[in-house]
């Protein structure tokens, strides 16, 4: 489902933050990339989903090259993501709701459709009751149980985390990582960028690990 051969990456300046990584991802795997901060983690989830280009080498999604897609055709790979990133980017002057159906809005699809949906993924994350509410009034955990809500609205068949329990309490980020777990065992392939040890054990993925840019899995 996902490959990285000999991959490559290389910031403006000289900063490398990835250098010849190689890693393959099955349908279906649960994987959790562990390192050091600025080790690598970030990037390797972005370059899975064409928020960065690789410098050197290559990046496979179901087969397509991440690096030489048009930019027109990059929106119509990440169909295939749902994506958490460190900055969650909740739009706090806009209710639960809305901030769940944004990626539906930006998709197209079927209004009618869309608010169904949007319902389903808050009763997965048991925020339905909060639809109404300001991300601005929600707890921690509530606020990354939304961000997790709006990451998978779409149904898609590939999850990425990045740190998603950073900065939540012992309860909250056992929570999360429960949430993670679920939408795995109904066959979505999860990657989880962390340094969270005990989140690491809790799940007992695979586990890859990045040092200075370089993978040991």
Request: glycine residues 8%; proline residues 4%; aromatic residues 4%.
């Amino acid at each position: 489902m996902i490959s990285l051969s000999s991959v490559t990456k290389r910031y403006p300046g000289g900063h490398e933050a990835l250098s010849a990584a190689s890693l393959d991802i099955a349908k279906g795997e649960m994987v959790v990339v562990t390192g050091h901060s600025g080790a690598g983690k970030s990037t390797l989830l972005k370059l899975m989903c064409a928020i960065e280009r690789p410098t050197s080498g290559t990046v496979l999604v179901n087969g397509q090259n991440t690096g030489a897609l048009r930019v027109s055709a990059i929106p119509y790979l990440r169909r295939n993501f749902g994506l958490m990133f460190q900055d969650s980017k909740l739009l706090y002057d806009r209710s639960v709701y809305d901030n769940v159906m944004l990626p539906l809005d930006i998709i197209g699809y079927d209004a009618t459709d869309s608010g169904k949906r949007v319902r389903a993924a808050l009763d997965k994350v048991g925020l339905l009751h909060k639809e109404r509410a300001l991300p601005v009034t929600l707890s921690g955990g509530e606020q990354q149980r939304l961000a997790v809500a709006r990451a998978i609205v779409h149904r898609p068949s590939i999850l990425l985390a990045d740190e998603p329990t950073a900065n939540l309490d012992a309860a909250y980020a056992v929570e999360v990582g429960e949430l993670l777990r679920s939408f795995n065992q109904v066959g979505v392939t999860v990657v989880i960028a962390t340094h969270d040890e005990q989140l690491a054990e809790r799940l007992k993925p695979r586990r890859v690990d990045i040092q200075q840019g370089r993978i040991r899995a």
